[in-house]
């Protein structure tokens, strides 16, 4: 078996990240708080094919957390803090 790495930039906005469509789908799963068993279930891959497209997620994203991931997936760059314009600050 012989596995290929491509060496790829990184997006310094996160949000830029091109995930394709089953990679978007776990990650949707993952912030819904699912463990990579019931994923896989659901999905109907093997654990194993799910922590593949977790490692690959990671490596696009630059991330090495589950928690990180969903942050910059939903929330781009910022760490996983929610950024509000000063008005919309004034209105909580």
Request: proline share 4%.
């Amino acid at each position: 078996m012989r596995y290929v790495m491509l060496r790829c930039e990184l997006s310094s906005k996160g949000t830029n990240v091109a995930l394709s469509p089953r990679e978007r789908e776990i990650v949707s799963l993952i912030a819904k708080g699912f463990p990579n068993k019931t994923i896989a279930d659901v999905l109907e891959i093997s654990t194993w094919t799910v922590g593949t497209h977790l490692r690959r997620i990671f490596a696009k994203m630059g991330v090495t957390s589950r928690a990180a991931m969903v942050a910059k997936h939903f929330h781009g760059n910022t760490g996983g803090i929610i950024v509000q314009p000063p008005d919309a600050r004034a209105m909580v």
